[in-house]
């Protein structure tokens, strides 16, 4: 477990190193965050606060939380595909799956960067939230939270590692991404209410993660809901991770082991 | 006995990919295979070097990729000191591939970070990593390049790396695919000795040698396997190699003057004029000696001056084998259409 830890760490360590050698680029992405975040403190000023679904929440850090865990789910999504497909094209795939480490864990932990900097992106957005418009965060509620977020960033690497197995079987189109990515948008309860939607379509938000995820951490962070009043929403974000994580990774070894035998493992 | 590295009747097929009008024409057809390997049998020794020579498409990076449990077979096995590459686990310890792709590292990370990288993921412990890593990086010369970034580097460079970083975990089998491949002259030569000196005479690796470079492979190997089209068609010593489809051995003699109508124990390939003689390029009809020949000329009342044999480089019969024509497999079932020359 230790070695597999430090494995995972080792990947930190290089993203971390290749990363923070384009300082330029690291500094425009905070500064364009910080204009997203102005951006749509002024748009949410044009939607009314009793518009159903809010649930008595102020449409800005509604939103704000809808935002920063989308970009979240969107980094689950691409980053497995996208780092697999990185690797393959620069080459180093290859030399990582001829060493020890196990090939899962070499996909796995490839995306690991991109996890830590998604959870840093949401801390950003609701520090600027609190720095500068006074939104109050109810800390009572952190270990909800941390559950939720937990449960989220599990469901949400079943959902990239199912994409990422689409990509190593197919090589490319990555047509799970694009569906599952609009579904999340539209359905999720992301930018409005799921209410707002006809009333025969809402059901599909109830088949994604981030609906349930975005209730747990709104309520808890935002209503200073308690456990208690979050637990349906939490077993329900639950059920979703116990299905998605399995499945992930069952599709994961079964298209790993067929890309050996196709012999496409490290091609792009 | 056991061998380092064992083939056992490897086939490898893979899908060859149908274009958009073979996809409009017949969009449910099946797709056609390419057979990248067709039976191939390989046994090679405890810290030999050994060559996997073949023209492009002949195999042998499927073959390489079988051995570092890239590619699963479609049939037969590969060991790796006896343990099937299907084990993982137990089979990629001892193992280090060194390619010629020269982007397998990080670009943005110096050599040294690179190795840290990489150390991890071979699994060395942490309390040795650094001491091994400035060890090697001091054996392939990359010392006071260690802290410059990957993308600084030469082609020759790189390549060090490349050994450096097969090394890390000092696996008894070295796989390279064309090592030599992007390097000039220089650096080709600089890479050759440092693969006969240290990591065969000092190290004791078995080495696997893919390459193209006839002259490269017949420097370093001690035996040699040629593939074509995804089978062995000749392997052995370099010597029993270069001595392929030569019936007998051929002659070069230097003679005061070649009578045009000799009749003795000999073919003539090639006459050549030169000051105050002949220079001539034959060899033995069967079952004549060497002596039978000089008895000859001696009646003819020929002077021989010089008698060399003439030896074949192994580009003659890379050559050679290439022209040869494929055995067939049918006239003898489970052959391998290999021919084994010289002791194995």
Redesign the interface.
């Given at each position: 477990m230790i070695?597999l830890l430090?494995?995972a760490w080792?990947f930190l360590?290089?993203d971390l190193?290749?990363e923070t050698?384009?300082r330029l680029s690291f500094l425009l992405q905070i500064g364009g965050m910080l204009f997203s975040v102005l951006a749509f403190y002024f748009m949410t000023k044009m939607i009314d606060p009793d518009t159903p679904g809010l649930d008595g929440i102020p449409p800005f850090q509604w939103m704000l939380i809808g935002l920063s865990f989308q970009f979240y789910f969107s980094t689950a999504l691409y980053s497995f595909s996208q780092k697999i497909r990185n690797e393959q094209m620069?080459?180093?795939l290859?030399?990582?799956?001829?060493?020890?480490?196990?090939t899962a864990m070499?996909i796995f932990s490839s995306a690991s960067w991109d996890f830590v900097y998604g959870g840093l992106r949401v801390g950003l957005y609701l520090l600027f939230a609190v720095l500068l418009f006074g939104v109050e965060i109810h800390t009572s509620s952190l270990p909800t939270v941390a559950l939720g977020v937990l449960l989220t960033l599990l469901s949400s690497a079943g959902l990239g590692i199912l994409s990422a197995s689409f990509i190593l079987y197919f090589k490319r189109g990555d047509p799970i991404n694009l569906l599952l990515s609009s579904l999340t948008t539209f359905f999720g309860s992301v930018f409005f209410p799921v209410e707002n939607l006809p009333e025969s379509v809402r059901f599909i938000s109830d088949y994604l993660p981030i609906t349930w995820s975005l209730r747990v951490v709104r309520g808890a962070l935002l209503k200073g809901e308690s456990f208690a009043t979050l637990q349906y929403d939490l077993l329900q974000l639950g059920i979703l991770t116990a299905i998605l994580l399995p499945a992930g990774i069952f599709f994961s070894r079964f298209a790993i082991?067929r890309a050996?035998?196709?012999?496409t493992?490290?091609h792009y | 006995m056991s061998y380092a590295v064992e083939g056992l009747g490897i086939e490898?097929s893979?899908?060859r990919k149908r274009s958009l009008g073979q996809l409009l024409r017949d969009p449910f057809g099946r797709a056609e295979r390419v057979h990248?390997l067709r039976g191939v049998d390989l046994q090679v020794g405890d810290g030999e070097i050994f060559g996997l020579l073949g023209p492009n498409g002949a195999g042998k990076t499927?073959l390489l990729?079988i051995l570092?449990?890239?590619?699963?077979p479609?049939k037969g096995q590969a060991r790796i000191l006896g343990v099937d590459t299907a084990d993982e686990?137990r089979v990629?310890?001892q193992?280090?591939?060194v390619?010629t792709?020269?982007?397998?590292?990080?670009w943005?990370?110096s050599g040294r970070?690179n190795m840290?990288?990489?150390s991890?993921?071979?699994?060395v412990p942490?309390d040795r990593r650094m001491a091994r890593i400035d060890e090697l990086l001091e054996r392939v010369g990359l010392t006071e390049a260690a802290d410059q970034r990957f993308s600084d580097y030469s082609a020759g460079m790189k390549q060090r790396l490349s050994i450096a970083?097969s090394l890390l975990?000092d696996p008894p089998v070295l796989l390279m695919d064309e090592p030599t491949r992007s390097l000039d002259p220089a650096a080709s030569l600089e890479l050759r000795a440092f693969v006969k000196d240290e990591l065969k005479a000092r190290d004791r690796k078995t080495i696997i040698l893919a390459t193209h470079n006839l002259p490269e492979a017949e420097a370093l190997c001690d035996r040699l396997a040629i593939l074509i089209k995804g089978k062995i068609r000749q392997e052995g010593s370099v010597d029993a190699v270069r001595a392929f489809g030569l019936e007998t051995h051929g002659y070069e003699l230097e003679v005061d003057r070649w009578p045009g109508d000799f009749s003795g124990p000999a073919q003539v390939h090639k006459t050549e004029s030169i000051p105050d003689g002949t220079l001539v390029q034959l060899s033995l009809t069967d079952g004549a000696e060497l002596g039978d020949l000089l008895s000859a000329l001696m009646h003819a009342g020929v002077a021989v001056r010089r008698c060399d044999r003439h030896e074949s480089d192994l580009e003659e019969a890379f050559t050679r084998i290439l022209d040869a024509e494929e055995p067939d497999d049918s006239a003898k079932p489970g052959g391998s259409g290999r021919q084994t020359g010289g002791a194995v």
């Open positions: 070695r430090r494995k080792a360590e290089r190193r290749a050698s384009y620069l080459g180093t290859e030399a990582m799956l001829v060493s020890p480490t196990p070499v082991r050996k035998r196709e012999g493992l490290v | 490898k893979f899908v990248a499927t990729k570092s449990c890239l590619v699963l479609d686990d990629k310890p193992l280090g591939l390619t792709d020269e982007r397998s590292f990080y943005r990370l970070e840290r990288f990489f991890i993921l071979y699994d942490s970083r975990h």
